[in-house]
């Protein structure tokens, strides 16, 4: 393959999002799937600054704990690349939206997860219908 041909396969593979449907067990090929979509993407279009593929890897793996923990089915990751960043829509069967609870760092576990997600985010929705929830989170590029 030429590198023309490379260069345009990079592209394509960065502008088309990625889709993850994960059982309840498989948080860890999640953030895999999002790390494998991250450097894809890095090869057209490199991240602003290093920290923006930690942020999105973190957001992924608490998203997908949080419906591994609270949402009795199946979970859909989807990451896709927007004009200036990442939006990132974690769909689970959980009609109850994510609410942050408090941190007790004494013990218990628990309780930063959802602080982490609206800290990394520029921008954090969750759209509730019959069928669970989704999640939509979009960060910096």
């Known amino acids: 393959m030429s590198p023309a041909s490379t260069q345009v396969t990079q592209a394509r593979a960065a502008d088309h999002p990625t889709r993850f449907s994960g059982e309840l067990h498989e948080v860890t090929?999640?953030?895999?799937?999002?790390?494998?979509?991250l450097r894809d993407?890095?090869?057209?279009?490199p991240p602003a600054a290093p920290?923006?593929?930690?942020?999105?890897?973190?957001?992924?793996?608490?998203?997908?704990a949080n419906a591994v923990q609270y949402a009795p089915g199946p979970f859909e990751l989807r990451l896709q690349r927007t004009f200036d960043g990442v939006h990132v829509t974690l769909s689970d069967t959980s009609t109850a939206p994510p609410a942050p609870r408090p941190y007790h760092p004494g013990g218990g576990g628990g309780g930063i997860g959802w602080h982490l997600i609206e800290t990394l985010c520029n921008q954090v929705s969750v759209?509730?219908?019959?069928?669970?929830?989704?999640?939509?989170a979009f960060l910096s590029w």
Do not use: Y
């Open 127 to 136: 759209v509730t219908h019959d069928r669970g929830k989704d999640v939509h």
């Open 51 to 64: 920290e923006h593929w930690d942020d999105i890897v973190l957001v992924v793996s608490e998203l997908a």
């Open 29 to 37: 090929e999640a953030r895999l799937a999002a790390e494998e979509f």
């Open 41 to 45: 993407l890095s090869r057209s279009s």
